[in-house]
């Protein structure tokens, strides 16, 4: 169905969750994603590394930074792309890290300040998550990801 309305491949996107949660979401579609003949090309985390000033509909309670532990699904061959908030401490290492192993990365869920938010693309983020949702406002001398977006 989805093929005739042109869509070719997707990326199951992930929202925060408890690590155990996640993981098992990740083992379950791993199958489905090494299958060339499924459309599924990947997954989406998007979190638990977002800034809790601008979680939307995450759970405050689950995010963190980077620097306090890297869960192992992190590390799955089907994570093709992950949402980091890059103020976080520790973001800009991970960003290093995911994108040395081919993992596209996109800034988001954020207030960090533009400044931050180019560190994040010369780490190399390339993408933003739904932009002016879930980040600071833009502004004339404050324009933050958006801006940079």
């Known amino acids: 169905m989805l093929a005739r309305r042109g869509v070719t491949s997707w990326l199951a996107a992930l929202p925060t969750a408890e690590d155990d949660r996640i993981a098992a979401l990740v083992a379950a579609v791993a199958d489905r994603v090494a299958d060339p003949g499924h459309g599924l090309a990947g997954i989406h985390l998007e979190g638990p590394f977002l800034s809790p000033e601008h979680a939307g509909a995450h759970r405050r309670e689950l995010l963190r930074a980077p620097s306090s532990g890297v869960p192992c699904h992190y590390a799955d061959p089907s994570v093709r792309l992950v949402t980091i908030a890059p103020e976080l401490d520790g973001s800009l290492a991970l960003i290093r ?53």
């Open 97 to 149: 890290s995911l994108r040395q192993r081919g993992v596209a990365v996109a800034l988001g869920h954020s207030g960090t300040d533009a400044e931050t938010a180019r560190r994040g693309l010369e780490a190399g983020a390339t993408l933003v998550t739904h932009v002016f949702n879930a980040m600071g406002p833009l502004a004339h001398r404050a324009p933050g990801i958006a801006g940079v977006a």
